[in-house]
């Protein structure tokens, strides 16, 4: 499904790099991620999908590929990933046993997608957790997020939420407009 849309929006070709499944050898993974012309990380759980690249022990030739300047991508959860870090809880119903996790680190930034209609309870809960003035991003449903690398935000398709760690809560700023393209 990700591969047929990624396609419609321009890709000419998609491989997977199968990080996840045992069976396959992170040899082939790799040189695919080394031949490719951008890395998409996907959807679904951040602290699983974080679980796997260190299980699998991916982490470093991740971030020596980005530094080598290869584009990066997420979608969802992969969006979340690739910033510095995300939160998890012990408790779900209680924000006291909330901590936070490394993530890949690779846009310095930390943020949350389409959790606009919950108002970003888990970015803010993040926030609360980080140093006085760290600023999160939301990423709207049909938004997204370009870190380009000299550390500027633009945000795509529609305006990204802004919240900053102030006095212990997260306080709502001003968003960060979309550009034209």
């Known amino acids: 499904m990700i591969s047929a849309y990624l396609r419609r929006c321009g890709a000419e070709r998609v491989t997977l790099a ?15 991620l080394e031949s490719a012309d951008m890395v998409f990380i996907s959807g679904g ?6 679980e796997v690249l260190e299980e699998r022990q991916v982490l470093p030739f991740l971030r020596e590929l980005f530094e080598r300047g290869k584009p990066f ?7 979340v990933m690739l910033g510095r870090q995300w ?6 119903n209680d924000d006291a046993t909330a901590s936070p996790f490394p993530c890949m680190g690779l846009a310095p930034i930390v943020c949350d997608a389409h959790g ?11 926030l609360r957790l980080t140093p006085e003035g760290t600023v999160g ?20 398709e529609a305006p990204v939420h ?12 001003a968003d960060l407009p979309t550009i034209a393209l």
Do not use: Q
């Not at 759980?45 to 974080?50: K, L, N, R, S, T």
């Not at 991003?137 to 795509?156: N, S």
């Not at 802004?162 to 700023?173: E, Q």
């Open 87 to 92: 939160v998890r809880w012990e408790d779900s």
């Open 137 to 156: 991003y939301g990423i709207p449903t049909g938004a997204g997020l370009c870190v380009r690398p000299d550390g500027t935000l633009e945000a795509l």
């Open 45 to 50: 759980d951040v602290e699983a999908g974080m």
């Open 18 to 32: 199968p990080l996840a499944d045992r069976r396959r050898k992170l040899e082939k993974a790799r040189a695919i």
């Open 116 to 126: 606009e209609a919950e108002e970003w309870e888990e970015l803010c809960t993040l």
């Open 73 to 79: 991508f997420g979608s969802s959860a992969g969006s």
């Open 162 to 173: 802004r919240y900053a760690h102030r006095g212990g809560t997260a306080v709502r700023r």
